[in-house]
């Protein structure tokens, strides 16, 4: 017994001692800021099997249809053809694969013999193996990425020196370089669904964060710019995780999650893939690890993935900051550049700018290359003083997007809600959408523009005031063009401190209905059947009402096809230049003339009932002015 118990002890010892030594002969993986080995962790295996294939052996010119849970379950690779889909025609043929899938995991989960399948159905029945009705719901399509990933690794030959250096700049691992081969291949003017832009794809609320995101400069599409910010983020992710796994997964999903994940799992990145759930956690964020550490091994081993690959060299550039503002024509004039090549030499200049709606903005860092402009300083100074501009030009238009609010605009641009809602026509809800154009006031004038899209005459309006009740839902813009007027004169005669705060039951005083004494009498002028044209002639009705011994006259041209407007031969050429169809356009009277009749050109999608809104009219009085049938 005593033997027993002597010989238990001593191999106790040995063990012990033998674990000790093999434990110290392990060498601990370090984990810092500036060091780390990107290897596979356990867990992640197949995720990053599945994504080194994306990447490197099937192209775009295929679709792999998976699970999206179990990577390892790969139905089938479809191939697309050689002629490039669309996007909707390549869902529609792929929803058709879906579609059978989901179909044979249905009859599979509804057979009780399974040894009785055949065929497609057993193949799908030993794939899967179990889950089969829940698997049926998991079926996703993903598009191969090998030539798009090949393109990416050669444009990343201008950028790859610079970004390695500022990451080592801030401490940061150099294997981060590679991020932005699985956000945007580094295509420069690469933008999401989502509003991300530039090869490191931040969106426009956490690029504010770091770099300047505005209607003149956007800094997101600079590659050597957003990367300072990228760096910037990267770093302040892992000081708050402790963890480059959580930290370049909280590059995709957000911080805060990735904080909420870590307090509830713990550092594992398998087991918080595994276990955490979050709306947003989808599947993106949970293979965003894994496509990063796919995506390192294809570059480390790129000639063997793509032979005679052909790394595009970094271009030399001359930079200069601008102490002034300057137009986009000066800079061509004295820096010898075309638009084209200020704009893919400075890619953070937005299209306002190069189209010369706004100008290169003071403390700009303009750039050019070296090899084509020797001093930009020199060459700066050769610009005259009355070339040169200490303000901005202030924004005709603004696009409403995600997130915005009256209030917001307002605010970024120096007006009031009030004035932007009296330009734009918006009710007192205040509700506006994202794709809206708004026109914004210009100056700090607060009286309304003067808008008016071939109108009558307002001496022609009757003088005589009648009492109206005001029913549910009506607001002012609605009574106006019930009774041919506009909202301002009826907020005059009425005295409102407020117009939209009218209520149902409320009496209020409108115009009488005798609108128009003096009638519109159409010249008899023909046009060949080809063209139609909407043609108000202002300069005839301006001198036939100072003479004031004629009715007023309207000079229209017929149209033979109906449903198709062009604009009259006297059209001011300059009102729609530049103007996207969905743009509101507006004519202002000349400051010599009391006429409010004007011309307008018509945009190639538009309709009556847009013009008859924006103008305060209805659309039969538009019909009528100008012989519309």
């Known amino acids: 017994m005593r033997d027993s118990i002597r010989t238990l002890i001593f191999s106790l010892v040995f063990l012990s001692v033998t674990w000790g030594f093999s434990y110290a002969s392990i060498p601990q993986q370090v984990h810092t800021l500036s060091e780390y080995h990107f290897s596979t962790p356990p867990g992640l295996q197949n995720k990053v099997e599945f994504w080194k294939k994306i990447y490197s052996e099937y192209s775009t010119k295929h679709a792999v249809i998976h699970d999206i849970q179990d990577l390892d379950i790969v139905y089938e690779v479809v191939y697309l053809g050689e002629k490039k889909l669309s996007r909707r025609t390549r869902e529609r043929k792929l ?10 995991l249905r009859k599979i989960a509804k057979s009780k013999n399974k040894s009785a399948l055949k065929g497609e159905e057993k193949r799908v029945y030993k794939l899967v193996k179990k889950d089969f009705y829940k698997a049926s719901r998991r079926i996703r399509a993903q598009l191969g990425q090998k030539d798009r990933f090949r ?7 201008l950028y790859n020196k610079k970004i390695k250096k500022i990451l080592r700049q801030y401490n940061l691992p150099e294997e981060l370089a590679v991020l932005p081969h699985v956000e945007s291949s580094f295509q420069i003017g690469a933008y999401s669904s989502a509003g991300a832009a530039g090869i490191w794809q931040f969106t426009r609320g956490t690029g504010r964060l770091f770099m300047r995101v505005g209607y003149d400069v956007d800094e997101r599409r600079d590659p050597i710019l957003a990367t300072y910010g990228a760096a910037k983020l990267l770093k302040k992710n892992f000081e708050t995780v402790r963890s480059w796994p ?12 990735m904080k909420r994940a870590k307090k509830k799992y713990g550092s594992n990145i398998a087991t ?3 276990k955490y759930k979050s709306r947003t956690f989808g599947f993106a964020s949970k293979n965003f690890y894994a496509e990063f550490l796919a995506a390192l091994h294809v570059v480390k081993n790129k000639n063997k993935y793509f032979p005679n690959l052909v790394l595009k060299k970094p271009v030399n550039m001359a930079s200069f900051t601008l102490p002034d503002y300057i137009g986009i024509q000066t800079a061509m004039n004295y ?3 075309s638009r084209d090549e200020i704009a893919k030499t400075n890619p953070s200049l937005r299209r306002p700018v190069l189209n010369g ?3 290169i903005p003071k403390g700009f860092v303009f750039q050019a290359p070296a090899s084509k402009v020797a001093s930009l300083t020199t060459r700066y100074k050769k610009i005259p003083r009355k070339a040169k501009y200490n303000r901005q030009l202030r924004s005709k238009w603004y696009t409403v997007r995600r997130g915005d609010t009256l209030s917001g605009v307002a605010l970024r641009f120096g007006t009031t809600v009030r004035l932007l809602k009296s330009f734009n026509n918006i009710g007192r809800r205040n509700r506006i959408y994202i794709g809206q154009v708004l026109q914004l006031p210009r100056g700090k004038s607060r009286r309304s523009p003067t808008v008016q899209l071939a109108k009558l005459n307002t001496p022609n309006v009757s003088s005589n005031l009648v009492s109206y009740k005001v029913r549910m839902h009506d607001n002012l813009y609605k009574i106006a063009k019930r009774f041919d007027t506009d909202i301002q004169h009826l907020t005059r005669i009425n005295r409102f401190r407020n117009p939209d705060t009218l209520y149902p039951g409320q009496r209020i005083k409108v115009p009488g209905r005798n609108v128009g004494e003096t ?13 139609f044209k909407l043609s108000v002639d202002r300069s005839r009705i301006a001198s036939s009402t100072q003479a004031g011994s004629k009715p007023v006259s309207v000079k229209t041209e017929r149209a033979v096809p109906a449903g198709t407007l062009k604009v009259a031969q006297n059209t001011n050429k300059s009102i729609n230049r530049n103007r996207p169809a969905f743009r509101p356009a507006s004519f202002s009277p000349d400051e010599n003339s009391n006429s409010k009749i004007g011309t307008i050109t018509v945009d190639f999608d538009e309709t009556l009932s847009h013009y008859a809104e924006w103008s305060l009219l209805s659309v039969r009085e538009l019909r009528r002015i100008n012989r519309i049938g």
């Open 246 to 257: 959580l930290a370049i997964t909280a590059y995709n999903h957000g911080l805060q999650g």
């Open 357 to 359: 709606e706004k100008r």
């Open 335 to 337: 820096f010898d550049m």
């Open 151 to 157: 393109e990416g690794i050669e444009r990343s030959g």
């Open 95 to 104: 929803e058709r694969i879906k579609r059978k899938y989901r179909n044979i």
């Open 519 to 531: 009638k519109v009498k159409p010249t008899r002028n023909t046009v060949k059947p080809r063209k």
């Open 272 to 274: 918080i893939l595994k």
